[in-house]
């Protein structure tokens, strides 16, 4: 069979080593890709927006799987368009992807179909909004309660910002919907409650009908270890999760995903693909802080080296609609990945540079190197993004794929590189 995979991060390159396992995976074909992925695949120059070209390439080169990673071009309406031409493709089409879309029809299916959620209110101009802070922020004069302000549109993960007082959030306001620092996103903004806990990623394969979860995972979204410094795009991960035990995972299905899957489909378009729940496990149970519509990223890094069933059939059974027919098998162990990011990344940060020690670290069943932002330039391997690669090790437990993981890491350099010292410390202080 022949693959395509769009996008080229360090969620591609784990779908792609993935897909390369399958007994049914001939040739994989992925647009853009990056440096590691070109060693499995043939990367081809097309970028994850270019809907037509990607739906051509797929036509002439008679591709039987499509698999998207961005979440871009599944709210643009690529599964749609390859539909229409009858190509095979994994994911949710543009009418179910606005639970990723759209922070506002999320949070409006969620309150309609009791999906457990922070109280919300949508704002349509500036003024409503900031007549809302200021309800907020009186009632809550005592308890210091602070206000999470989400922009509505998807703005590369940097449309939710935390606000602490009044003064902040009428700030917040303005930068996104009146000077729109996320552009169009910020046309509608939602402001939220804000909860406390701890978050957990629940993914599940859906065919519409049929939810299979996969195992929990966790996110380390801030630059700087102990969660300092701003947000990123998510700088190491776990599973499974000890904050998150077989119960809650139980718990996120039956009354998060499970009825999430429920109303899409009683919508009209069935939800297929991957659905991912980012959840809040508060003193007063779950939460639901977001839905995405594709695999997390770096979540995919963890949990796909877990899977062992043939990936390929597990995507062809969710777009056949014949989930129920297949077993999904797990390892039982435990996998961490580490990001390694540029110099200044999630702000300004420069590219070109020489990634050097990739081949000391050896790619076996217990750790593997995924890239991100990389590219090869005359035989050399250069970083070329803010997340250049991340490091994937598996062990019986955390501490030993802890150990595993940075093992890895510390042959790689780059001039600039960072990553975080303490990924996986979470789950440690919790099994303590
Ligand atoms: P998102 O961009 O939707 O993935 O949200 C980014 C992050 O914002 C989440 O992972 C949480 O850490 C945080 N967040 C979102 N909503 C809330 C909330 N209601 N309370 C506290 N933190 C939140
Ligand atoms: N790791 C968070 C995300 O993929 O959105």
Same mark, same amino acid.
């Given at each position: 069979?022949?693959?395509?995979?769009v996008g080229?991060?360090?969620?591609?390159?784990?779908?792609?080593w993935?897909?390369?396992q399958?007994?049914?995976?001939?040739r994989?074909y992925?647009?853009?890709g990056?440096a590691?992925?070109?060693e499995?695949?043939?990367?081809i120059?097309?970028?994850?927006?270019?809907i037509?070209g990607?739906a051509n390439?797929a036509?002439?080169?008679?591709?039987?799987l499509?698999?998207?990673g961005p979440e871009a071009?599944?709210i643009a309406?690529?599964?749609d368009r390859?539909?229409?031409r009858?190509?095979?493709i994994?994911?949710p089409?543009t009418?179910?992807?606005?639970l990723?879309?759209?922070k506002?029809f999320?949070?409006d299916?969620?309150?309609?179909?009791?999906i457990?959620?922070a109280e919300?209110w949508?704002?349509?101009?500036?003024e409503?909004a900031?007549?809302a802070?200021?309800?907020y922020?009186?009632?809550?004069?005592e308890t210091?309660?602070k206000?999470?302000v989400?922009a509505?549109?998807?703005?590369a993960g940097?449309?939710?910002i935390?606000?602490?007082c009044?003064?902040?959030?009428?700030?917040?306001v303005?930068?996104?919907?009146v000077r729109r620092?996320?552009?169009?996103?910020g046309e509608?903004?939602?402001?939220e409650?804000?909860l406390?806990?701890e978050?957990?990623s629940i993914?599940a394969f859906?065919?519409?009908?049929k939810?299979?979860?996969m195992p929990p995972?966790?996110?380390?979204?801030?630059?700087f270890?102990?969660d300092m410094g701003?947000?990123?795009?998510?700088?190491g991960?776990y599973s499974?999760?000890p904050a998150?035990?077989?119960?809650v995972?139980q718990e996120?299905?039956d009354?998060?995903i499970?009825?999430a899957?429920?109303? @899409?489909?009683?919508?009209g378009?069935?939800?297929?693909?991957?659905?991912?729940? *980012?959840i809040?496990i508060?003193k #007063?149970g779950? +939460?639901t802080?977001?839905?995405n519509?594709r695999?997390g990223d770096?979540?995919?890094q963890?949990i796909?080296?877990?899977?062992?069933?043939?990936?390929?059939?597990i995507m062809?059974a969710?777009?056949?609609?014949?989930?129920?027919s297949?077993?999904i098998e797990?390892?039982?162990?435990a996998?961490l990945?580490?990001v390694a990011?540029?110099?200044?990344y999630?702000g300004?940060?420069?590219?070109?540079k020489l990634i050097?020690?990739?081949?000391?670290t050896v790619?076996?069943?217990d750790?593997m190197?995924?890239h991100?932002g990389t590219r090869?330039?005359?035989?050399?391997i250069?970083?070329d993004?803010?997340r250049v690669?991340a490091v994937?090790?598996?062990?019986?437990?955390?501490?030993?794929a @802890?150990?595993?993981?940075?093992?890895g890491?510390?042959?790689?350099?780059?001039? *600039?590189?960072?990553?975080?010292q #303490?990924i996986g +410390?979470?789950?440690?202080k919790?099994?303590e």
């Amino acid at each position: 069979m022949r693959i395509l995979v769009v996008g080229g991060g360090g969620r591609e390159h784990a779908i792609v080593w993935k897909l390369a396992q399958s007994r049914h995976a001939d040739r994989i074909y992925c647009a853009p890709g990056n440096a590691g992925i070109n060693e499995l695949a043939e990367c081809i120059n097309l970028k994850p927006n270019d809907i037509d070209g990607l739906a051509n390439f797929a036509a002439m080169q008679k591709v039987e799987l499509t698999v998207v990673g961005p979440e871009a071009p599944l709210i643009a309406g690529i599964v749609d368009r390859f539909e229409a031409r009858g190509l095979p493709i994994f994911g949710p089409a543009t009418d179910p992807s606005r639970l990723e879309g759209s922070k506002i029809f999320a949070k409006d299916l969620m309150f309609k179909y009791n999906i457990p959620t922070a109280e919300y209110w949508p704002c349509d101009t500036p003024e409503a909004a900031h007549q809302a802070v200021k309800d907020y922020f009186a009632k809550h004069k005592e308890t210091g309660e602070k206000l999470v302000v989400k922009a509505d549109g998807p703005a590369a993960g940097k449309g939710v910002i935390i606000s602490c007082c009044e003064e902040d959030a009428h700030k917040t306001v303005d930068d996104l919907m009146v000077r729109r620092i996320f552009g169009s996103a910020g046309e509608r903004i939602a402001l939220e409650e804000c909860l406390e806990g701890e978050e957990a990623s629940i993914m599940a394969f859906t065919d519409g009908e049929k939810v299979v979860p996969m195992p929990p995972s966790q996110d380390h979204k801030r630059i700087f270890d102990n969660d300092m410094g701003p947000n990123t795009g998510g700088m190491g991960a776990y599973s499974p999760v000890p904050a998150a035990p077989p119960h809650v995972v139980q718990e996120a299905m039956d009354r998060v995903i499970q009825p999430a899957v429920a109303a @899409i489909r009683d919508l009209g378009i069935p939800y297929k693909g991957c659905l991912y729940a *980012g959840i809040m496990i508060t003193k #007063d149970g779950i +939460k639901t802080l977001e839905f995405n519509s594709r695999f997390g990223d770096p979540e995919t890094q963890v949990i796909l080296p877990l899977l062992k069933t043939d990936l390929v059939e597990i995507m062809d059974a969710v777009i056949n609609c014949g989930l129920d027919s297949i077993d999904i098998e797990w390892r039982e162990e435990a996998a961490l990945t580490v990001v390694a990011s540029s110099g200044g990344y999630p702000g300004e940060y420069a590219t070109g540079k020489l990634i050097e020690g990739l081949d000391k670290t050896v790619q076996s069943e217990d750790c593997m190197v995924f890239h991100a932002g990389t590219r090869m330039q005359n035989g050399q391997i250069l970083t070329d993004g803010g997340r250049v690669l991340a490091v994937t090790g598996l062990g019986r437990d955390i501490p030993s794929a @802890i150990a595993r993981a940075y093992a890895g890491m510390r042959n790689i350099h780059f001039e *600039g590189m960072h990553y975080r010292q #303490d990924i996986g +410390k979470k789950a440690i202080k919790r099994t303590e």
